[in-house]
């Protein structure tokens, strides 16, 4: 069973992740974007860490309710309201509970990533964070290793995409042949989600 630790600890690895990428991410948002997608999660996770510090919260789902908050309100672009609402719906399709097992977090994320769809109305194929997102919870019953491995070809195939929403939308045909920074990033997420369960 997962407990609150367990996504505290998801959480955290992302937030380390996200550090140690930073540059990488915001390099990927430089030629189909405007440079800042490493620099919005930098200070998105740093928020969550600290708050997550400070406030402990003590069920998995609130957790998830003190990060979403945190990124929605410290991201300023596209990604903190997206990767918020992600969160968030995760959170409350967790509910209460003290802890949860992997089928229930893979269906609660699954609401979580139609949650981010509804949103952003992107659909796999144009190009965004869903194209990490959707084969991740796919493949997450499997278990988390082939979530991550989903999650991270998901990224890597966003470049021959043309992109269909957001920023690097405008770019039209120009938007090929180039990684989307935010399904790089999902990748990242989904990648600290295997850390947390291999602790
Ligand atoms: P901004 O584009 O506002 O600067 P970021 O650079 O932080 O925001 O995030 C850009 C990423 O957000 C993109 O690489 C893409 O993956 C994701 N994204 C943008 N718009 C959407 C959308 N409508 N639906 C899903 N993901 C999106
Ligand atoms: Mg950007
Ligand atoms: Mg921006």
Redesign the pocket.
């Known amino acids: 069973m997962l407990d609150a630790d367990f996504f505290r600890r998801w959480m955290t690895a992302t937030a380390v992740s996200v550090d140690r990428e930073a540059e990488r ?2 390099a ?2 430089s030629p ?6 490493g620099s ?2 930098q200070r998105g996770f740093t928020a969550v860490a600290a708050a997550l510090e400070k406030e402990d919260p003590n069920t998995p789902g609130a957790v998830l309710l003190l990060a979403a908050r945190q990124l929605i309100s410290t ?6 309201p ?1 990767y918020g609402t992600l969160l968030r719906r995760t959170g409350k399709s967790l509910g209460d509970a003290a802890e949860v097992g992997e089928a229930e977090l893979a269906a609660a994320l699954r609401s979580g990533v139609d949650a ?2 509804a ?4 659909s796999p194929g ?7 997102l959707v084969p991740a919870v796919d493949a997450l019953a499997d278990g988390f290793g082939a979530a991550r491995a989903a999650a991270e070809q998901g990224a890597l195939a ?1 470049t021959p995409m043309q ?1 269909r ?5 405008y770019l039209g045909e120009r938007s090929i042949g180039h990684q ?7 990748a990242l997420l989904i990648a600290a989600l295997a850390e947390a369960g291999s602790e």
């Open positions: 991410l915001t990927l948002d189909i974007g405007d440079a800042d997608h919005n999660l991201v300023g672009g596209a990604s903190g997206l981010v769809m949103l952003g109305g992107a144009d190009k965004t964070m869903i194209d990490a966003t992109a929403k957001g920023r690097a939308s989307d920074p935010g399904a790089t990033s999902s």
